[in-house]
């Protein structure tokens, strides 16, 4: 009796032979090749995880993590690059505060930071010592503006995430006075926000500053 070899019964198994060279084969497992039939059924077995594995989708919590961590890698690589501080265009502690309401933590305080086309809006609330901030990246140079997969690293607490496929992230931290945000923008910039955090209801802005490499302009 002849045997059809593997790569006759993959592309059986596929449907990409001739009718007739099909018929001959089925026939020859009508017979009872019990040989054939096993390599049939294994590759069978292949095509259908083959298809299963096109529709799988893995956990977003699991995405999100591994981007966290090539993030951290691509963070630790970019201290040579240009780095440079956003300028703090609109603080909404700078508004006049409306009788009746506290100043400080005790409301939300609304941020926004640019440099060039690029733009972070921040909300900060502060709850029983721990300050929750949720922003998004944009660049307005894009017809998408939302910049997704950006690593963003809180400094002095050693966090790190990356932005969603809407340009957003968020934190929730211990309360501490002053904060500061890294965003790897590309390979050749990073963008850095300073955000003053105090009890006073009118903070100090933020300079804008220039890093490139070791060296430091105002």
């Not at 508004?95 to 009746?100: D, F, M, N, S």
């Not at 900060?124 to 690593?151: C, K, T, W, Y």
């Not at 850095?192 to 006073?200: F, H, K, L, R």
């Amino acid at each position: 009796m002849k045997h059809f070899n593997m790569q006759e019964w993959v592309d059986f198994v596929r449907g990409v032979i001739s009718e007739e060279q099909s018929s001959t084969m089925q026939k020859h497992l009508d017979d009872g090749c019990s040989d054939c039939h096993k390599l049939l059924e294994t590759w069978k077995h292949v095509l259908e995880c083959a298809d299963r594995e096109r529709f799988y989708q893995p956990p977003q919590a699991y995405v999100h993590l591994a981007k966290a961590q090539f993030a951290i890698s691509r963070i630790n690589q970019a201290r040579s690059r240009e780095v440079c501080y956003a300028e703090l265009v609109f603080d909404s502690f700078r508004q006049p505060v409306a009788a009746g309401v506290r100043s400080g933590l005790s409301r939300a305080r609304q941020l926004v930071f640019q440099k060039g086309r690029y733009s972070i809006d921040m909300r900060m609330e502060s709850q029983a010592g721990r300050i929750f901030i949720v922003g998004q990246v944009l660049d307005s140079g894009q017809a998408n503006s939302a910049l997704g997969d950006i690593p963003v690293r809180l400094l002095a607490h050693k966090q790190e995430t990356t932005t969603s496929h809407f340009g957003e992230f968020q934190f929730d931290i211990e309360w501490m006075e002053n904060l500061e945000l890294l965003f790897v923008m590309n390979e050749e910039r990073n963008l850095m926000v300073s955000i003053p955090v105090s009890q006073e209801s009118s903070p100090v802005l933020p300079d804008a500053t220039f890093f490139l490499n070791d060296e430091k302009k105002v």
